[in-house]
């Protein structure tokens, strides 16, 4: 059960998003500018993937699996290929650039002073540009945020994984900003 | 507020540290459900803004008058300041 009486059956971040829709509307926008908005270098399924593996960092259940239905939703892959990342991304099929972002991301979760100088110029000789540097430490900042809210409330999120498989086609396509916090 | 401030805390620790006993702690001394989500999400934006600022190692004046300064602005509101 919830910390707090937040509506019947919603699972995760739309039940306190209901509780309190002033707060809801800055974080969502933030979302969709962060992860979904074109005018970006660094595609949807590349930034959902680094607020997935943050989330599983943080152990967040909920965001973990409805942000990794999305990376797997928009990298046309499986879920055990997002597992593996999960697992290693370091060994994983993915851009050398994308890497060290992840790496970059998951020193973020750790704290801000956990980035390293050599990490940024790590990514920077891959091509990493200030903007996808800058957008990849407040994707992740912005996950650390989200995880707690999700989880410092205690929210129920489905425990069946293929639930955010399945509605990972919907969620891409309604957005951040558009959307019936009930459907 | 010390039960206020100790919610806050294990939200910054992580996820599920916050305790069902920790909320009625809150609940006994007359925090709603209003004030234990605001709790809960202050700590939780503090989490991203700190590893945002930090994260991109952003400029950090040392100088503890320079903060005073910052803080009677922001009392009149959170908008950036005019830079040239």
């Given at each position: ?165 399945q509605r990972a086609k919907m969620r891409a396509e309604e ?9 | ?84």
């Amino acid at each position: 059960m919830a910390h707090i009486d937040l509506p019947d059956g919603l699972p995760g971040i739309r039940g306190p998003m209901a509780f309190r829709p002033e707060t809801a509307k800055p974080m969502n926008e933030l979302a969709e500018i962060l992860l979904r908005d074109d005018n970006n270098t660094l595609s949807r399924g590349d930034r959902e993937l680094i607020g997935a593996y943050v989330s599983y960092l943080n152990d967040c259940f909920f965001c973990q699996h409805v942000h990794g239905a999305l990376a797997q939703h928009y990298m046309q892959c499986d879920m055990q290929f997002i597992d593996a990342i999960k697992n290693d991304f370091q060994t994983a099929p993915l851009a050398e650039k994308l890497k060290t972002l992840l790496a970059i991301a998951a020193s973020v979760q750790k704290g801000g002073r956990s980035v390293t100088v050599q990490q940024i110029e790590t990514a920077k000789t891959t091509g990493a540009t200030d903007k996808e540097i800058h957008d990849t430490v407040l994707i992740a900042a912005a996950f650390c945020m989200f995880n707690r809210y999700v989880d410092g409330l205690g929210t129920w999120a489905p425990a069946e994984r293929q639930v955010y498989v399945q509605r990972a086609k919907m969620r891409a396509e309604e957005g951040y900003l558009d959307f019936d916090l009930y459907k | 507020m010390k039960a206020i401030l100790y919610i806050a805390g294990k939200v910054q620790v992580l996820r599920k540290e916050v305790t069902t006993q920790d909320i009625q702690a809150a609940r006994d001394l007359g925090a709603d459900d209003k004030t234990i989500h605001d709790t809960v999400l202050i700590a939780a934006a503090f989490c991203m803004f700190n590893r945002y600022v930090d994260g991109l190692a952003s400029l950090t004046p040392t100088d503890h008058t320079v903060y005073e300064e910052m803080g009677k602005g922001m009392a009149k509101g959170y908008v950036l300041p005019i830079t040239n």
